[in-house]
């Protein structure tokens, strides 16, 4: 059982800020990071302003080096000025110390919040959900009253610079933990020494694998096609460009508010490469990089003790969390050249960590990276308008609460751009609505939080978070995540929100604000009950039994879990760097779009189509994704088409559109070429009588040709 203390409801918890543990490599590896929010954060300043003005990409570009190298210049002068951290903006006074709370409290947080979590993590196996919510809201409720507890203790008021017993003074590091020779907050020097190596080495091999696991996404219809278009007509593309050459307005439910996708068009105009490569070899691998080094630095800022094995298990939970396509693994090896799944896997715990540095700090350069990490995260994507507030609170409401009110309002400075952003949508666009399927609370949880084995252990980490967590800020910010996450799955709340936001069908990205990889890890930080007679066994007794929860931690995800690569999980393992989606559609689709015309409209199987926006902005795919198409503002008929003509093609069995509705569409629609499986032969004899001419075949497909056959290469 997990040995009980109480965290405290302010201060630096005991603990040194995790910069100091990083060594001199990993400081200059976080300045990286932390200068590439900030370059990013400027380029989509510049976008939102290209967006009024539309101006060619080269401008855009040109502008942001410009203003980026002022904005270094002025850093650089005020670094000299006032040092690195830039000088307190305030004093925040300290917040009256306190007794510890009964530890009868803090014995039912910790008990419901394992009950809580084995309820939610067991759902698909019978566990009534309402014990999830139910117990979930009495830890969360028990922990927040802890660690804001207000009791003086028996012999009166403690001084004001005085810590109370539970707490050691923050100037003295606090004594080492039992079956933990690394010491209590990582093992400091250990941290630096074996951890940044294993965390640089751990990035470069998810950089080096994401080049290599392919798992197609059908949301690379949209968003590589903005980074093709970008490339391909040197301005923003404003319009639609999947289905149409922009005759179109936008797809509904998507505003330009991302930039990720225009900057890497820009890029790959000026290196002269095609789009979709940049994207998936220059990209994926810097994104997946700086995603494992955000998980390492949130486990250093947070972890009470041994970091290392935090971050671990962290990693070793994103490579086995492929028990569904919207987990958090799917969302960072498998997905991470999509602006939101860079948010999710790298903008939330980079946001986490100044939060906790801010109100460690309070310095001006962590304020700023606030809000540059608010600005980032507007430009990954349109749900950071409902994502960071929820994530920005779980911080934020703690901090006033226990007496930090200053502090916690300046950190909504990183809601200032992404909240303005999603009201400028708001008031410009009459209809913001999402439309698919909406899930419930469980639903959430079962595919972001998974089941099973790693559902239970996710469960357990987000409401056991106040007391795994190092004391102080990250104690806080535990509790506030455990209370948000508890709300938002309650019965109705959700809901509510879809009917108010109309965002229903992207809700479910509210549980992005758990960092379960690091949650998780921190279990692998809990000190082990040891008898007296093995504390005394030596060095090397104590550290094996501390490898011990880490280990088995370890052991349980990959039993009950789902690695990423696996055909399972829908992966193919490519033999060198490739697109996202499997080679030989990728080839076909290619070839077929050779054979077609400029402005013209391609027919295949659903897989081959997908890869046309990919490929060209000058030929279309009829569908290459349907929700795309669903969410098209074009007339009934300009849809039904195109469902009509993919019927026609989609597999040998199966339905198949009556003779007349197809040459209708095809005749509408302007198709050039049109293609099926070669054993779909009722597909390929409903072409020919549609009108369709001079059988060829290409590729994996038989092709049919409009007019006077294919054009010659």
Not at 67 to 72: I, P
Not at 460 to 484: F, H, N
Not at 695 to 701: E, F, S, Y
Request: hydrophobic share 50%; net charge positive; with cysteine.
């Amino acid at each position: 059982m997990i040995r009980l203390r109480v965290p405290a409801a302010g201060g630096h918890g005991g603990a040194a800020p995790d910069a100091g543990r990083a060594g001199r490599t990993g400081r200059a590896v976080d300045a990286a990071v932390d200068a590439a929010v900030l370059l990013f954060a400027v380029w989509t300043v510049v976008y939102h302003l290209g967006l009024l003005l539309r101006p060619p990409t080269w401008a855009l570009l040109a502008c942001w080096l410009g203003v980026s190298a002022a904005a270094a210049a002025a850093w650089s002068l005020r670094w000299r000025r006032d040092g690195p951290a830039g000088g307190a903006p305030w004093p925040e006074p300290a917040a009256p110390r306190s007794a510890a709370p009964p530890r009868a409290l803090a014995l039912v947080a910790v008990l419901a919040g394992i009950v809580a979590g084995f309820c939610a993590g067991l759902q698909t196996s019978g566990a009534p959900w309402w014990c999830a919510w139910a117990f979930g809201l009495v830890s969360a409720a028990a922990s927040a009253a802890c660690l804001l507890f207000r009791r003086a203790p028996a012999g009166g008021p403690s001084a004001p610079d005085e810590p109370p017993a539970h707490e050691p003074p923050a100037h003295e590091p606090p004594a080492p933990a039992l079956a933990d020779p690394g010491g209590p907050v990582g093992g400091g020097t250990s941290a630096s020494r074996w951890g940044t190596p294993l965390a640089l080495a751990t990035a470069a091999g998810f950089s080096v694998a994401s080049l290599f696991i392919v798992n197609s996404d059908g949301d690379d219809a949209y968003f590589v096609s903005r980074s093709v278009a970008t490339a391909a007509l040197g301005r923003i593309p404003f319009r639609d460009t999947i289905f149409t050459s922009g005759a179109t307005g936008p797809i509904a439910g998507e505003p330009p508010v991302s930039s990720i996708e225009v900057l890497a068009g820009s890029l790959a105009r000026i290196a002269g490469v095609p789009a979709a490569s940049f994207v998936y070899y220059v990209l994926l691998p810097v994104v997946t990089f700086i995603a494992v080094w955000a998980v390492w630095r949130l486990a250093r800022a947070w972890a009470p003790r041994r970091a290392v094995a935090c971050f671990a298990v962290a990693a070793v939970y994103l490579l086995w969390s492929g028990l569904g396509p919207a987990s958090l693994g799917s969302f960072h090896l498998l997905r991470m050249w999509q602006g939101k799944a860079v948010m999710v896997s790298a903008l939330v715990p980079l946001l986490y960590v100044h939060l906790t540095r801010w109100a460690e700090r309070r310095t001006r350069r962590e304020l700023v990276m606030l809000a540059a990490c608010g600005v980032a995260a507007t430009g990954l994507t349109s749900s950071a308008a409902f994502v960071l507030p929820l994530a920005v609170g779980a911080a934020a409401v703690p901090l006033i609460a226990s007496g930090r009110v200053r502090t916690g309002l300046a950190a909504c400075a990183a809601l200032a751009y992404p909240v303005t952003a999603g009201l400028v949508v708001t008031l410009q666009n009459h209809d913001t609505t999402v439309t698919g399927f909406v899930g419930d609370a469980s639903d959430d949880y079962r595919w972001v939080l998974l089941y099973s084995a790693p559902g239970v252990l996710a469960g357990c980490a987000l409401w056991l978070a106040p007391w795994t967590a190092r004391r102080g800020v990250p104690a806080l910010v535990g509790a506030g995540l455990a209370a948000v996450t508890t709300l938002l799955l309650l019965p109705g709340v959700l809901r509510l929100a879809a009917d108010v936001t109309g965002a229903g069908q992207v809700l479910w990205r509210t549980m992005w604000i758990v960092p379960a990889p690091v949650l998780i890890g921190l279990l692998a930080t809990v000190r082990l009950p040891l008898p007296a007679s093995v504390r005394t066994g030596g060095k090397e007794v104590l550290g094996v039994l501390a490898a011990l929860p880490a280990a088995a931690l370890a052991v349980t995800m990959i039993v009950g879990g789902t690695p990423l690569w696996s055909a399972e999980n829908g992966s193919i393992l490519a033999s060198r760097p490739s697109w996202k989606l499997p080679a030989e559609q990728v080839g076909t689709a290619r070839a077929v779009v050779g054979l077609a015309r400029t402005g013209g409209v391609v027919v295949m199987p659903q897989g081959y189509m997908r890869a046309v926006p990919l490929l060209t902005a000058r030929v279309h795919a009829a569908d290459p994704n349907t929700h795309y198409l669903r969410n098209l503002p074009v007339p009934a008929r300009f849809v039904d088409d195109r469902r009509v003509l993919t019927a026609a093609v989609r597999r040998p069995g199966g339905w198949k559109p009556a003779l007349a509705a197809l040459e209708g569409a095809l005749r509408r629609t302007d198709v050039v070429v049109a293609c099926a499986h070669p054993r779909d032969l009722r597909g390929l004899a409903l072409l020919e009588q549609a009108g369709l001419s001079g059988r060829r075949r290409v590729g994996q497909l038989v092709c049919l040709f409009a007019g006077h056959g294919p054009r010659t290469p």
